[in-house]
Nanobody, 123 residues
């Protein structure tokens, strides 16, 4: 079962923190990433990690605020989000690339997607 399952969304005030989790039952995946989509906007890559090498990519708009990490024993990836801003409000989805390769923050690189978890940041 490759399908990722997210948890950890919620509502916070600006400046607050949230941690998202993404678990998959498959251990040998190429990429695990986080994407987000706000109402009326296109989906955008937030952060991604290659479980085998630990290589990490971040979108510029989250550098210094968000941290992606992995627990390979649990096939789980985490997204620690600090100093949240109202513009971070979106549906956050975890994605997995299994037997598929491509740029880490490009959605076409992924072939399995979670249902998403809502993150809402108020002023």
């Amino acid at each position: 079962q490759v399908q990722p399952v997210e948890s950890g969304g919620g509502s916070v005030q600006a400046g607050g923190s949230l941690r998202l989790s993404c678990a998959t039952s498959r251990s040998s995946v190429n990429l695990m990433g986080w994407f987000r989509q706000a109402p009326g906007k296109e989906r955008e890559g937030v952060a991604a990690i290659r479980p085998d090498t630990g290589r990490i990519n971040y979108a510029d708009f989250v550098k210094g605020r968000f941290t992606i990490s992995r627990d390979n024993a649990k096939n789980t990836v985490y997204l620690q989000m600090n100093d949240l801003k109202p513009e971070d409000t979106a549906m956050y989805c975890c994605a997995v690339a299994f037997l598929r390769w491509g740029p880490a923050l490009d959605e076409v690189s992924y072939n399995y997607w979670g249902q998403g978890t809502q993150v809402t940041v108020s002023v």
